[in-house]
């Protein structure tokens, strides 16, 4: 399910997106889910982490720029619209990494070409992203390069998640999702912990493997020769590209 929020002070303008939002996601069979606020701030406290977000720029209090930066500060894969009535905020929204900017008046056709655009990246993204379910069973898109390493948690059928800016507690069982990862480069070093190959600083054999964020994941004896071979394929690939 993908968590769109819409945040301007004019209520028709919210109608109107929240009603085109629901018309292409139907048509594209993309399970969705709406979320609408006049007030920057409300929306920064609901901390609810969306997946797109269309964001007026002259809004109370905070305008949409200073609300933006802040969102980027928590979250940097959240896809930012910028809905303004002024000319050449571009600057001002490349420098939060939006997504898209959209002039008031607008016109309808506009969100639904901004929909389409990122649902199709969504989908040209898949092959290098893996699905989790989060503690409340909405689905979680991680990039396989942002995931250091994955370690069951402390409760039955739930897993870590450690990624480069951070860590999600899944629900799962481990041997489960390192059969889901056989597509790309990880490795099952210890039976309680999945690693990126590409996330790896260094190792000690037979001992252990240390991750680019410092944290040791233990190496189990039987599993080091292919462990070895593994991470010197992906060695000479990285050097051959």
């Known amino acids: 399910m993908y968590r769109i929020a819409i945040c301007d002070v004019d209520e028709e303008t919210i109608k109107n997106i929240s009603e085109v939002i629901t018309e292409v996601s139907d048509k594209l069979n993309q399970d969705v889910q709406i979320f609408t606020y006049t007030n920057g701030q409300e929306m920064l406290n609901s901390n609810i982490r969306y997946n797109l977000i269309f964001l007026e720029v002259d809004l109370p209090e905070k305008n949409g720029i200073t609300i933006a930066k802040e969102i980027r ?135 252990k493997i240390l991750m680019v964020n410092d944290d040791e994941i233990p190496l189990s004896k039987g599993r080091t020769n292919e462990f070895e071979e593994k991470i010197s394929r992906v060695m000479h690939e990285r050097v051959t590209i």
């Open 73 to 207: 500060e928590k979250d940097h894969r959240a896809q930012i619209v910028f809905v303004t009535n002024y000319e050449n905020y571009w600057k001002k929204a490349y420098r939060v990494h939006a997504f898209d900017y959209i002039q008031k008046p607008f016109m309808l056709n506009d969100i639904k070409r901004v929909l389409i655009d990122y649902y199709q990246m969504i989908n040209n993204q898949q092959s290098d992203v893996v699905s989790f379910k989060d503690l409340n069973n909405d689905e979680l898109m991680i990039p396989t390069n942002e995931i250091i390493y994955i370690s069951c948690g402390v409760k039955k059928r739930q897993v870590i998640v450690i990624a480069k800016n951070e860590d999600y507690i899944c629900k799962g069982i481990i041997n489960e999702i390192y059969t889901k990862l056989n597509n790309f480069d990880f490795f099952m070093p210890h039976r309680s912990h999945i690693i990126n190959l590409s996330q790896v600083k260094s190792y000690k054999r037979n001992d």
